[in-house]
Structure formats: C-alpha cells, structure tokens
C-alpha cells in the first residue's frame, strides 16, 4: 500500500508560498545526498542574521536534531522526527510552550523543517510488523540535507565578511591612534596648524564609527581617517620645514656675528691678552618659549574665561587670570612659584587653567600642580597631552549635545 506523504498542515494553518518551495526543494534532493546534522547546524549559526533567524528557533532546531537518532542525515532515509510538545520543551531548555510553538512555525516558514500532519495533527510514528516505522508524522528535516550546501556558502561568506570587518576595525584603530599621536607631536613641537579643528574633526570620525560588523560604514570611516592623516601629515612635513629654515637662518645669524666678533687685528696682543684675562660672563638664563597658541589653549579650557573681567586676548590676560585662579583654587603662593620657574609662567598658567577646567575630578590642585612640577623638573611631563586630552573631552560633548 503506497502512503500518502502530508505536505499540508492541519487546522487553521495555512500553507504558504515559501512551505511549498521548501517541499518542492526537499523533493528535488538527490536521493544519495547526505549532510551532517551538527555540521549543518554550525553552518546555520553562523549565517543565522543572513537568513533571518535568531537564537531561539535555533535552540529548537537543536533539540529537533537530538531526536533523530543517526548523525548524518541522508535524503534517502526517513528524516520525520514526532516528539511531542512536552518532550520538545524539555529538550529546548525548558522553554514555555506558547514561545516553542512559535519558534517552531519561524522554521517552517524560513524553509528550514516541512510539517508532515498526521489526519488529527498529532505526531506519532506507525509501525509495520516487524516493529520498523512505516510512517510518520512530525516535522521532516529533509530541507537541511537539501539546502546543506547553500548553508556552508552563506556560512563562510558571512565569516569572510567578519574577517574582513575585523582588518578594516584594526585599520581604524592604527589610523586613530596615528592621528592622535601625530597632532599631539604638532602641538608639542608648537608648529602651527588648526589643531583644535583637526582634533575635533577626528572626534567626529570616531564617534561615526559603527558598532555593528557592516562593512560599508567601515570603509567610509577608514576613508574618512586616512584623509584625515594625509592631511596632518601634511601640516607637520611643512611645519617641519618652517622650523628648519628659521634654525638655519638663526644658525647663519649666529655665525655672521661670531666671525665678526672673533676677528682679532694681529698688531693688537695687548687687546687680545686683556680679552682672554677677562672673566667670561656668565650665560643669561634661557627663557622657555610658550609651545602652543593661546586660542588652542582657551579652546581646551573655556572655564578660565569667565574668571578674566575683560576677556583674555593676550597670554598676559592669561597669566594675570591665572593667578586670580591660583588663588581661588587653594594653590599656595609657594607652589605658584615654583612651577612659574620650572614650567615657565606662561606653561604655568596653561597648567593652572587645565586644572580649574578639571577641577570637579581633581581633589587637591595644590597637590597635583606640585606633582606636575616635580615630573617637569624630572623632564616626565609635557603639556601636549593634557591639552589634547580636553580638547577631545570637549569635542566629545559637543557631539553628545548634538
């Protein structure tokens, strides 16, 4: 007696283009065709966001594939598997039967199982004489065979995607991290350039950054870094050569009056003698020269401009500022001093203005500028950092604003 293979479901549920195309698939595997379940299953994890699905129809597919007793799953064997509801549940890690059904019906309309019903829609399996199951009725995993091959291509795709994602993430990082270190070095070098506006673009570039593994969104972000690297690498190449060719010119100044000033008339001993007894003078300390723009450093530290009366338009508006800050802050006079003449004043007041833009996170200013100045004195500290730090700081939460 030849058995009537089910391909409708029973009830009220309907059957839908995408059910027949799944039963049209299954009936077109060839009869020799042949999958590893558990393989499968792999292959449909990892390509799960491709296909539609998430993690609890996969759960129950699992559970599915535990009641079929053989590992490989061939076209040409029964592949009808009827646990019930209950057993299913159990299997499924507990889960509540309202949410089973549900998941259930997901992998049938995605293809992936066929409802084979029985006339009153329960799942059994009837037996011939000789004990072997004639037919059953359940859910048919005959799709995962025939639909094995697509899975792995669509499995490995979605790895090479996310490998892909992974070089480009790194790629953004280097970047990132090459443009920091590199307007850092511009403004430690005190070389001119719009600073503030390269850190705030590049502030922006890394909050566009996408969180998700897209590869598109990530190649316009290392696109964007890598323009923007071109870009500061070129204001420190022509920095760079500014700075050579006012040490050259100094250089040459220097020689020009050495050799004037060296040029001994030999008809004159006396005058050469009482030149070399003289005492050489001593050296006139060396002044430190400020190394960073007063509107970068109001940019970094906007809070000390609501200290100054009249605004601050010149680094001596700043220092001046700074020492009214000094006091309201709790900075002794000693500690004022001594980082005036280890930072020069001009450092010094950028310190004071960085503390008091950070002075809810600082519980000491006293304490942390004599720290700063002790590093300085041991050549362990510079300011670029602290500057590009705020700088960042700011631009983060005007993009938050935003």
Request: net charge positive; charged share 25%.
């Given at each position: 007696?030849?058995h009537?293979?089910a391909t409708?479901?029973?009830?009220?549920?309907?059957?839908?283009?995408?059910?027949?195309?799944?039963?049209q698939?299954?009936?077109?595997?060839?009869?020799?065709?042949?999958?590893?379940?558990?393989?499968v299953?792999?292959?449909?994890?990892?390509?799960?966001?491709?296909?539609?699905?998430?993690?609890?129809?996969l759960?129950v597919?699992n559970a599915l594939?535990?009641f079929?007793?053989e590992t490989?799953l061939?076209?040409?064997?029964d592949?009808v598997?009827?646990?019930?509801?209950?057993?299913?549940?159990?299997?499924?890690?507990?889960?509540?039967?309202?949410?089973?059904?549900?998941?259930?019906a997901?992998?049938?309309e995605?293809?992936?199982?066929?409802?084979?019903?029985?006339?009153?829609?329960?799942?059994y399996?009837?037996?011939?004489?000789?004990?072997q199951?004639?037919?059953?009725?359940?859910?048919?995993?005959s799709?995962l065979?025939?639909?094995a091959?697509?899975?792995?291509?669509?499995?490995?795709?979605v790895?090479?995607?996310r490998?892909?994602?992974?070089?480009?993430?790194?790629?953004?990082?280097i970047?990132?991290?090459?443009?920091?270190?590199?307007?850092?070095a511009?403004?430690?070098?005190?070389l001119?350039?719009?600073?503030?506006?390269?850190?705030?673009?590049?502030a922006g570039i890394?909050?566009?950054?996408p969180r998700?593994?897209?590869k598109?969104?990530l190649e316009?972000?290392v696109a964007?870094?890598?323009?923007?690297?071109?870009e500061?690498?070129?204001?420190?190449?022509?920095?760079?050569k500014l700075q050579n060719?006012?040490a050259n010119?100094?250089?040459?100044?220097r020689?020009?009056?050495?050799?004037?000033?060296d040029?001994f008339?030999?008809s004159?001993p006396?005058f050469?003698e009482?030149r070399?007894?003289?005492?050489?003078?001593?050296?006139?300390?060396r002044r430190?020269?400020?190394?960073?723009p007063?509107?970068?450093?109001?940019?970094a530290?906007?809070?000390?401009i609501?200290?100054?009366?009249?605004?601050i338009s010149?680094?001596?508006?700043?220092m001046?500022?700074a020492?009214?800050?000094?006091?309201?802050?709790?900075?002794?006079?000693?500690?004022?001093?001594?980082a005036?003449a280890?930072l020069g004043?001009?450092?010094?007041a950028?310190?004071?203005?960085?503390?008091?833009?950070r002075a809810?996170?600082?519980?000491?200013?006293?304490?942390?500028?004599?720290?700063?100045?002790?590093?300085?004195?041991?050549?362990?500290?510079?300011?670029?950092?602290?500057?590009?730090?705020?700088?960042?700081?700011?631009?983060?939460?005007r993009?938050?604003?935003?």
């Amino acid at each position: 007696m030849e058995h009537v293979l089910a391909t409708t479901p029973f009830g009220r549920r309907p059957l839908s283009l995408a059910m027949r195309q799944a039963q049209q698939t299954a009936k077109n595997c060839p009869p020799d065709a042949a999958a590893h379940k558990w393989r499968v299953w792999r292959s449909l994890a990892e390509a799960k966001d491709r296909l539609g699905l998430s993690d609890r129809p996969l759960a129950v597919l699992n559970a599915l594939l535990s009641f079929h007793q053989e590992t490989a799953l061939t076209a040409s064997s029964d592949l009808v598997v009827f646990p019930s509801n209950r057993e299913l549940s159990i299997r499924a890690h507990g889960m509540p039967a309202s949410t089973l059904r549900r998941h259930l019906a997901t992998l049938v309309e995605t293809g992936l199982v066929i409802r084979r019903d029985s006339p009153n829609g329960k799942r059994y399996a009837r037996k011939g004489q000789g004990g072997q199951i004639e037919q059953a009725f359940g859910f048919d995993l005959s799709p995962l065979v025939a639909r094995a091959a697509e899975f792995e291509r669509v499995a490995e795709e979605v790895k090479a995607d996310r490998r892909g994602c992974k070089l480009l993430r790194e790629q953004i990082s280097i970047l990132r991290r090459d443009t920091e270190k590199s307007i850092e070095a511009g403004v430690e070098e005190g070389l001119d350039g719009p600073w503030p506006d390269l850190v705030a673009r590049l502030a922006g570039i890394s909050r566009s950054v996408p969180r998700s593994m897209e590869k598109a969104p990530l190649e316009a972000s290392v696109a964007d870094l890598r323009a923007l690297m071109e870009e500061v690498a070129k204001r420190l190449e022509e920095g760079a050569k500014l700075q050579n060719m006012s040490a050259n010119e100094s250089q040459t100044e220097r020689h020009i009056q050495n050799s004037n000033a060296d040029h001994f008339n030999e008809s004159e001993p006396d005058f050469q003698e009482s030149r070399a007894a003289a005492p050489a003078s001593p050296e006139p300390p060396r002044r430190r020269t400020r190394s960073f723009p007063l509107p970068m450093v109001l940019n970094a530290c906007p809070d000390i401009i609501d200290w100054a009366k009249q605004g601050i338009s010149s680094w001596r508006d700043l220092m001046a500022t700074a020492g009214n800050v000094r006091s309201a802050l709790g900075i002794s006079p000693s500690a004022w001093e001594d980082a005036c003449a280890v930072l020069g004043e001009e450092d010094a007041a950028v310190v004071i203005a960085a503390i008091l833009q950070r002075a809810d996170a600082i519980k000491s200013a006293g304490g942390y500028l004599r720290s700063l100045t002790e590093k300085a004195r041991a050549g362990q500290f510079s300011l670029g950092p602290v500057l590009m730090a705020l700088l960042r700081s700011r631009s983060q939460e005007r993009g938050r604003v935003a």
